[in-house]
């Protein structure tokens, strides 16, 4: 007898004639045969004992290992979706409550913005506003004074730049002249914190930020305790001993602070320069300025040094060119109807 | 009294309920998934039927697969005590829930097996010690199921699970190919493989050699 051996196909179709009348088609086939044996194997079952042996154990089976997140999440597709819509809504406002509550956490470090009233009562003051953003954990805010030197004949700076990388100094330069010392602190918690530190009033104003510079020249005017150089107010203290000394003409060394909006320093110290030539009597030799340009003229005293058609004489062309002093007549006989042009 | 009588009647309702099942075999997919879900919220009846439904079927596949009556019983505890631990993560996913009871048992065979590399043989005695009406025809009974346990024992793992669903089981080719994760025709190779070589480990090596040269003699 010859078979030809069944492939995987054919194999399984026979197998399955097998299983479904229970009698193989082809006896002889050795795969069909076993797997005939297997068919007709005992199908053993649970004995009953057994059985309830096995339920009490898979019963007693400890549960803790179930998810609660499955034990109390809902089954059914609706109330997936209710309660995936009622976990997205807390989400979000607890996400807009969180930010809202977290905005000044999130800026960059806090900082106070400090506003620095200055006001001198004894003067016409200056306010001198400058407005500094320091870290807030400072306690107070150390700033060491800038110093800037203005050499005479150069322009003033208006708003004089501090190099301090944290200093920006916005000046706002407000007359106001005040009785009462005034002073205010603010502290606004939101930044930028702005804060009005109170400066004690003091005859001399020392700011604790403050720019100190150096003026020397002439005086252009003056005015009680106010002086004017190079179109400078300055404002000297009434006290001071120079003001006894000076007048229209004299070169100055000022120290002060400066305040560029108005253009008003008051002053920290104050020297009378003198003359490297004085032909005067009184010590200081005449000298002139011409407001306008800001020349100046300066009788040296040994005739060497023409007064400018601008400047007043004061006497020197009767000293140098001999030309009679107004109201000499009984001088050296010539220039007797001199009409000197300004003396 | 009572208790007697309820244990009684408690398991003639059972096999009264292996019974339906057993008669009953499209009762699967679509019931058993409504059982599954309220067996995964915790109701416990509904883990017992799961447990009716497919108690014996899972203890003849490990019972092939061991060498003992006794081990067979304790790994069917195994699987379904791991059935009750993995239900909360157990996902309908359109297979069968028995696919899943399956590969638990395979799994818990495997291990079982490692684990018996460990310790000696056991005997056959359990599966004799069973009564029956007719000794002789359980001793013979007994007999076959050892030999074909040692001949199923020499095959790989996928092999032994394919020929105990496809013939003791009689799960279609298709069947078993969604419970071994393997394609139509994979199945089929692998099944014409496994029977080469189970007939000859049932001593038909001769006359597989044969068959196999197309029966030229």
Avoid at chain 1, 29 to 47: G, T
Avoid at chain 2, 1 to 15: A, F, G, H, P, T
Avoid at chain 2, 193 to 215: D, M, N, P, T, W
Wanted: proline content about 9%; glycine content about 4%.
């Amino acid at each position: 007898m010859s078979q030809m051996p069944h492939d995987p196909n054919s194999l399984n179709d026979e197998l399955d004639r097998l299983l479904t009348s229970g009698q193989p088609d082809s006896a002889a086939d050795p795969l069909v045969e076993a797997a005939a044996r297997l068919n007709a194997a005992p199908r053993p079952r649970l004995s009953p004992e057994a059985a309830d042996r096995i339920r009490a154990t898979m019963l007693a089976a400890p549960k803790s290992s179930r998810m609660p997140i499955q034990r109390y999440f809902p089954q059914s597709a609706p109330a997936r979706l209710a309660f995936v819509a009622a976990v997205t809504l807390l989400l979000i406002v607890g996400t807009i409550f969180a930010a809202r509550n977290t905005i000044p956490l999130l800026n960059p470090p806090p900082s106070v913005e400090r506003i620095t009233t200055l006001t001198d009562t004894l003067v016409p003051s200056a306010t001198l506003t400058v407005t500094n953003t320091v870290p807030a954990i400072l306690p107070e805010v150390t700033t060491v004074p800038e110093s800037a030197t203005l050499d005479a004949g150069e322009l003033p700076v208006a708003a004089p730049t501090l190099p301090a990388p944290t200093t920006t100094p916005s000046v706002t330069n407000t007359s106001l002249p005040t009785t009462a010392p005034t002073s205010t602190s603010t502290l606004t918690p939101i930044p930028p914190l702005a804060t009005t530190l109170p400066v004690p009033p003091q005859i001399t104003p020392e700011p604790t930020l403050s720019v100190t510079i150096t003026i020397e020249g002439p005086i252009q005017a003056i005015d009680g305790n106010t002086i004017t150089i190079f179109d400078l107010t300055i404002l000297l203290r009434p006290d001071d001993p120079v003001l006894a000394q000076i007048r229209v003409g004299d070169v100055l060394r000022i120290e002060g602070n400066f305040s560029g909006g108005s253009q008003i320093i008051t002053t920290l110290q104050v020297t009378l320069v003198p003359h490297v030539s004085n032909g005067a009597s009184s010590g200081n030799p005449e000298t002139s300025v011409n407001s306008s340009t800001g020349d100046v003229w300066i009788d040296s005293g040994d005739c060497s040094n023409p007064p400018p058609p601008w400047a007043p004489a004061h006497g020197w062309r009767q000293r140098c060119e001999g030309a009679p002093a107004p109201g000499n007549s009984g001088g050296q006989g010539m220039g007797q109807n001199d009409n000197d042009d300004d003396d | 009294m009572s208790r007697v009588i309820y244990q009684k009647e408690r398991r003639r309702w059972n096999l009264t309920l292996s019974w339906v099942y057993q008669q009953h075999d499209s009762i699967t997919s679509v019931n058993m998934d409504a059982w599954v879900q309220r067996a995964q919220s915790g109701d416990s009846s509904a883990i017992e039927v799961i447990y009716e439904r497919y108690a014996d079927v899972i203890y003849r596949y490990v019972y092939y697969r061991v060498s003992s009556q006794r081990d067979a019983e304790d790994l069917t505890a195994e699987v379904f005590v791991k059935m009750v631990e993995g239900l909360p993560r157990y996902r309908f996913t359109g297979v069968p829930f028995e696919v899943w009871l399956y590969r638990i048992a395979g799994a818990r065979v495997i291990d079982f097996r490692r684990r018996q590399r460990r310790r000696p043989e056991s005997t056959l005695s359990d599966d004799l010690a069973d009564t029956s009406t007719h000794p002789e025809d359980h001793i013979e009974q007994a007999q076959e199921i050892q030999t074909l346990r040692q001949a199923l024992s020499q095959l790989t793992d996928d092999e032994q699970t394919l020929l105990i669903l496809r013939f003791v089981e009689h799960k279609s080719h298709q069947e078993v190919a969604d419970i071994l994760h393997k394609t139509s025709a994979a199945v089929k190779a692998m099944q014409h493989r496994a029977l080469i070589r189970l007939a000859s480990l049932l001593g038909s090596e001769e006359k597989v050699r044969h068959y196999l040269r197309g029966g030229q003699s």
